[in-house]
């Protein structure tokens, strides 16, 4: 398969169908299916904690490709916050992602943030944004507050 097939993958699947795969395909390591997941749109995006914005398909899938070859990245999404429209879907994510430490293997938390849209082909990935977190998000995460 090339980098530019896409394998199958749920058509009209719904937005937490398409995460679930997206975690999925990060906890085994598989970049054809974590490639599958995002729309087919130039203007796709992704920002890793600390890291610049990386937009357009290659971009994205060199990241990841770049990490996998460290191993697979041991990710579960804790808590999440939806916002869905008819053709949008904006998920709020609390990422608990196991790393290996000096004293054996701790959890560190990433805040992020997945945008989907209904395309032809179903729900695809066009944003992923994540940014380091820490414990007291995963408490707070439960609060919530109105803006007006």
């Not at 395909?25 to 054809?32: Q, T």
């Not at 949008?88 to 943030?113: C, F, I, K, N, Y």
Request: glycine share 8%.
């Amino acid at each position: 398969m090339t980098a530019t097939t896409k394998p199958s993958v749920a058509h009209l699947a719904s937005p937490d169908e398409m995460e679930q795969q997206f975690y999925d395909a990060l906890r085994h390591g598989d970049i054809e299916r974590l490639m599958s997941i995002w729309a087919d749109e130039e203007e796709i995006s992704c920002v890793h904690p600390g890291g610049p914005r990386l937009v357009g398909a290659l971009a994205i899938r060199a990241s990841f490709d770049g990490m996998f070859a460290n191993g697979v990245i041991d990710v579960q999404p804790q808590q999440v916050r939806r916002v869905r429209t008819h053709s949008t879907a904006v998920h709020s994510v609390v990422e608990a992602v196991r790393v290996a430490g000096s004293d054996g293997p701790q959890t560190a938390w990433v805040l992020a943030t997945n945008v989907y849209i209904k395309t032809g082909l179903g729900w695809r990935m066009v944003a992923h944004h994540a940014s380091p977190g820490s414990a007291r998000d995963v408490a707070d995460a439960g609060v919530a507050s109105v803006l007006h």
